[in-house]
């Protein structure tokens, strides 16, 4: 089993930066594709970036390309979102995911593990 656990989220004004973080434990995830999703109130859950075990493969939804970056430490367990330029659309809560095959993948039911989501408020 893999435990995910996000933090870094919080309160930014439009224009703002923050950065994201989640943290794994259970196993190492350095096999695992991970991607980061985002549900904003009354809205299912969408896609925001994926990277692939090695960092080889990137893939962003058009929403975010440009300002988020996504990148992973293996020898931290760690996945981390960059985000850069947020606006008010923005706000959701962000989660973090893991699926155990190779690829990257912006189809939510095909990870297996996910973390229990910190809250990004941007601010007008």
């Known amino acids: 089993q893999v435990q995910l656990v996000e933090s870094g989220g919080g309160l930014v004004q439009a224009g703002g930066s923050l950065r994201l973080s989640c943290a794994a434990s259970?196993?190492?995830?350095?096999?695992?594709?991970m991607g980061w999703f985002r549900q904003h109130e009354g809205k299912e859950r969408e896609f925001v970036a994926a990277?692939?075990?090695?960092?080889?493969?990137?893939y962003y939804a058009d929403s975010v390309k440009g300002r988020f970056t996504i990148s992973r430490d293996n020898a931290k367990n760690t996945v981390y979102l960059q985000m850069y330029s947020l606006k008010p659309e923005d706000t959701a809560v962000y989660y973090c995911?893991?699926?155990?095959?190779?690829?990257?993948?912006?189809?939510?039911?095909?990870?297996?593990?996910w973390g229990q989501g910190t809250q990004v408020t941007v601010s007008s």
């Open positions: 990277i692939s075990w090695s960092s080889g493969n990137i």
């Open positions: 259970g196993r190492t995830i350095n096999t695992y594709a």
């Open positions: 995911a893991a699926d155990r095959s190779f690829g990257v993948s912006d189809y939510a039911p095909g990870y297996d593990y």
